[in-house]
């Protein structure tokens, strides 16, 4: 049976600091994903915003390309991170802000371990991991991205349960297309930077244009997916994720049109003035394509 809204807790003066610390850190990170929040109505786009600085702080911690900052105080560092975040999700407050911005939503839209653990473990991953198989590969998308998706559709769907069933399958296609997009534009990046190759079987060396067009395929079908589930989004939500996803569609094709030999060297990115039209034309079609 669907429910109403969680109805929000009090607010005081801690929190509105939280939240707005949870803001400035996407603000200062991730300008692409600054403006895609600010499509969101509110209570949405804070409580967004609060589950992607958590995101974005672990992230920091494991791929501060640093060479002075060994692994063993990373893990140290980000199982700390991950114990604070638990206890937080109990209530009532943290002295970590993001945490506590963090904590505040999952108490009231339900985000809770099923989706919070397999996320720093697939961040703990980082610290060990520089190759993966099918099976490590699979697990550490999960983690790291289809659940995130999972967390901000609890948002958007505000404790409405059947339509969060009928609508997971979407958004855990939509995170799985936006993290295999990311690994591809990076894929120079993280192997020069990080030593890390997440795609399975890829030999950064040896890579070429009908890898690029495999691998292109499998997202695009991701996307083409996601796209149906996206539709059903109440249409505050909606046009918000309709961005995001004509931005991925975007860089997906301009990935393909890239030589892998091109990719190899260089990060693919959408030029300001094609963001723009494409949040645009998701705000007038009201993210209905």
Avoid at 75 to 84: I, K, Q
Avoid at 231 to 256: D, I, M, N, T, Y
């Amino acid at each position: 049976m669907a429910r109403t809204r969680p109805r929000a807790a009090a607010t005081g003066t801690y929190d509105v600091v939280a939240s707005r610390s949870a803001a400035v850190l996407i603000q200062s990170y991730s300008t692409s994903f600054g403006w895609a929040c600010r499509m969101l109505p509110q209570p949405d786009r804070e409580h967004v915003r609060n589950i992607y600085a958590l995101v974005r702080l672990a992230d920091e911690i494991v791929d501060d390309p640093d060479p002075d900052w060994p692994g063993p105080d990373r893990r140290v560092l980000l199982d700390a991170l991950e114990a604070e975040t638990r206890r937080a999700c109990g209530g009532p407050r943290s002295a970590n802000l993001v945490v506590h911005a963090f904590a505040r939503t999952a108490r009231r839209y339900g985000i809770g371990p099923e989706l919070i653990t397999p996320f720093f473990a697939s961040m703990r991953t980082d610290l060990t991991t520089s190759e993966h198989d099918e099976t490590s590969f699979a697990e550490y998308v999960h983690g790291s991205a289809e659940v995130v998706g999972l967390m901000c559709l609890r948002v958007f769907t505000a404790g409405d349960e059947e339509a969060y069933a009928r609508l997971s399958p979407g958004a855990i296609r939509l995170g799985a297309a936006f993290q295999k997009v990311n690994f591809l534009r990076d894929l120079a990046q993280d192997h020069s930077d990080l030593g890390r190759t997440y795609f399975p079987g890829l030999d950064p060396a040896a890579f070429d244009d009908s890898h690029r067009d495999e691998l292109l395929d499998e997202i695009d079908a991701d996307l083409r997916a996601a796209d149906a589930a996206l539709r059903q989004l109440p249409a505050g939500s909606r046009r918000a994720v309709r961005a995001a996803h004509s931005l991925f569609a975007e860089l997906s094709g301009r990935l393909r049109s890239t030589p892998a030999a091109r990719l190899r060297c260089v990060r693919v990115r959408v030029p300001d003035p094609v963001k723009a039209r494409l949040v645009a034309r998701a705000v007038l079609s009201g993210g209905r394509r």
